[in-house]
């Protein structure tokens, strides 16, 4: 993965220049937003080569879950400066439709094929290793730009058949609707992880379901499931089983961890075992005192 990373970084980095001044040069917008395009790439490959460093460190006493969230916070943060940069595209744009600006368009397709093949390359590596939300961001940006590549050269054709220069805004409307999309769906499931929300495709009403369905629980509450990164679902809740034995309670344990690994994929969970009936108050369980007496209670906590 750093591999492919490393070789996305400078082959970005080149088409970087290599648009910018083309652009400049071209008098085309559209080759300037492709530039300003690659720029965010090229950060957005940055940070995540950044983050999946910091997410192969151990654990610490300070850092208990390891650096598993830097790969997820990256791809929020490059989220963002993509929303930026597709604002600034748009406003151009618009600026240069009201006020055309002729192109170079030959210039324009030339550059465009060459950042074609070198986003097409990058994505298709990318794909091939695209399992967590970090290395999903930078692949669909650089899918984007293979998309918008594309567009600028049938744009640069478009202007060499019939003249008319408002294509190259144009197209640069597209590309920046484009960016802003693929962006916000990014900035939607990073902001879900980093607030703590259910993981996506996980129905807490269906584990607590599932858990109750295991022989020997009685009620299954305060159950919280949440994303440790991109990749590792964690689970807490209470469980309410009959006054047994310790050595009984491990056979409901091990049945609730079974159903979690195999029909949800969580594998870190912390199971609490109580036999008297209780209140949740603030994420706290309270035992009721039905009979005036201090009632018996009792509660096992299993992580792994």
Not at 67 to 93: D, K, M, S, T
Not at 238 to 255: F, N, Q, W
Not at 257 to 279: M, P, V
Request: with cysteine.
């Amino acid at each position: 993965m750093q591999r492919v990373l490393r070789f996305s970084l400078v082959a970005t980095l080149a088409y970087v220049l290599l648009t910018f001044f083309a652009g400049v040069r071209a008098n085309s917008l559209a080759l300037i937003s492709e530039s300003g395009h690659n720029v965010s790439d090229f950060l957005a490959l940055l940070l995540s080569a950044i983050a999946v460093y910091f997410h192969s460190r151990p654990a610490t006493d300070e850092k208990t879950f390891g650096y598993q969230r830097a790969g997820v916070l990256a791809a929020f943060l490059n989220a963002l400066a993509l929303i930026v940069i597709a604002g600034w595209i748009a406003i151009e744009a618009v600026h240069r439709l009201s006020a055309p600006v002729a192109v170079q368009p030959r210039l324009m397709m030339i550059v465009a094929a060459a950042g074609l093949l070198m986003n097409g390359v990058i994505a298709a590596l990318l794909w091939r290793v695209a399992n967590d939300v970090n290395i999903r961001s930078v692949f669909l940006h650089m899918l984007g730009d293979t998309l918008s590549t594309a567009a600028v050269i049938a744009g640069g054709f478009g202007i060499l058949l019939t003249g008319r220069n408002w294509i190259d805004p144009a197209l640069s409307i597209v590309i920046a609707a484009l960016i802003l999309w693929t962006s916000l769906a990014i900035v939607k499931e990073t902001l879900n992880i980093l607030l703590e929300g259910s993981p996506r495709g996980v129905s807490i009403p269906e584990i607590r379901l599932s858990l109750q369905d295991v022989q020997g629980v009685l009620d299954v509450h305060d159950l919280h499931v949440w994303c440790l990164g991109s990749q590792t679902n964690a689970l807490a809740c209470h469980v309410t089983i009959d006054d047994i034995p310790p050595s009984e309670s491990g056979r409901i344990l091990a049945e609730i961890n079974t159903t979690l690994r195999d029909h949800f994929r969580i594998h870190h969970t912390t199971i609490q075992f109580e036999d008297a009936e209780c209140e949740i108050a603030h994420g706290c369980i309270i035992p009721v005192d039905l009979s005036g007496a201090h009632p018996h209670h009792h509660g096992h906590s299993h992580s792994h």
